[in-house]
């Protein structure tokens, strides 16, 4: 189950975590939403659960209500009907959001799992109610990191971590590190992908674009141009800075870029995993992280770089040695592909493979 389906990260690691059980006897029912992403082209059995979204937060909540009312009658209606034909039924709940799937599983369900990918949605009240309806009511709680899972203070819980994906592990793949390096020390670019969310650092990549003119800059945004045209309203792009909106070839982005910036400010929102910075990881990119976050679980001084947002001459600090200090940037470019091949989409279909079918 899993709320919302978009080209996010969650449903991405959901879409391969299905794909992992191809041939294995089992029959998935996937019960998302009627909009379009990830989990949208799977060939198996699909349910719809109504789900509206509004930037408003009243009726952005009673959209939320009215679908987990929906889910809940709907699933156990399902899951009674599987158990009274005989066949064991298991729910995995994709992120803390699908909380009736956690309750129809605990009641009608042989087994249940919570997906954990983040640490709290944005009303505290609503992130206490299901954060403790997956911690008490799910048979086993997965972790994407191990920081996650001691966020949550789950002694019993398990963590595993993502795995890249599958359309750039087809790309990445055709690629020798020789070839990245090649293209890389072509272009010296500097790389941010994210959203237009002031937590997530545009703001401060456009000021360090600003601060170093002789730099190109490159930022993939996650973002409509009706977005976009309202932000730059409100802010001067330097012309150092190319932006490029959703783009279908991410793979490109990442094999010119030569440092991955992620500028989240852990101030407000911290990293639960780091997709991103895994994905630059497979395309021998080095990263500039947060100090804090889920992606410490992977990351270290043999392929990234620490400086939070807050501190941004320290982030400038790190991009003016990556430039300067060409020798240090090989040891970290190649750190941050070898740690990708522990880390590969095929590995991560055999670990969630192991541990789905593991009860």
Not at 50 to 68: E, T
Not at 75 to 95: D, M, Q, W, Y
Not at 112 to 141: G, M, P, W
């Amino acid at each position: 189950m899993h709320l919302y389906n978009d080209f996010s990260g969650s449903p991405c690691v959901l879409k391969d975590a299905i794909e992992s059980l191809d041939g294995t006897g089992v029959e998935p029912i996937l019960f998302t939403s009627q909009h379009r992403g990830f989990l949208s082209d799977l060939a198996i059995k699909k349910q719809t659960v109504p789900y509206l979204y509004s930037n408003k937060a009243l009726i952005k909540l009673l959209f939320y209500v009215f679908s987990q009312f929906y889910l809940f009658f709907f699933l156990s209606f399902c899951l009674l009907k599987i158990r009274i034909s005989g066949k064991h039924v298991e729910v995995v709940a994709n992120t803390i959001l699908p909380a009736a799937a956690v309750l129809a599983g605990k009641l009608f369900a042989h087994r249940t799992v919570s997906y954990v990918h983040e640490l709290a949605v944005q009303s505290k009240l609503l992130s206490f109610f299901l954060k403790n309806i997956a911690l008490k009511c799910s048979d086993r709680r997965l972790y994407v990191s191990q920081f996650l899972k001691e966020s949550y203070f789950d002694e019993q819980g398990d963590v595993l971590l993502n795995g890249l994906r599958g359309d750039l592990s087809e790309y990445v793949t055709k690629l020798s590190y020789q070839e990245l390096m090649e293209c890389k020390l072509s272009h010296f670019r500097v790389l941010f992908v994210g959203n237009l969310r002031e937590y997530k650092g545009f703001w401060a990549f456009l000021k360090l674009a600003r601060l170093r003119p002789n730099m190109c800059f490159e930022a993939v945004i996650n973002a409509s141009e009706s977005e976009f045209d309202a932000f730059r309203k409100t802010a001067d792009i330097p012309i150092n800075v190319n932006v490029a909106l959703r783009p279908k070839d991410l793979a490109e982005s990442y094999q010119k870029a030569f440092v991955l910036l992620n500028l989240s400010d852990t101030r407000f929102v911290k990293e639960t995993f780091g997709m991103t910075i895994l994905e630059g990881f497979a395309f021998a990119c080095p990263a500039i992280v947060p100090s804090e976050g889920g992606h410490h679980d992977f990351c270290s001084t043999n392929n990234s770089l620490s400086a939070d947002v807050v501190a941004i001459e320290d982030v400038l600090t790190h991009l003016d040695s990556l430039f300067l200090n060409q020798g240090k940037w090989l040891e970290l470019s190649k750190g941050a592909f070898e740690t990708a091949q522990n880390l590969t989409n095929l590995e991560y279909k055999k670990r969630i493979k192991r541990y789905l079918l593991g009860f």
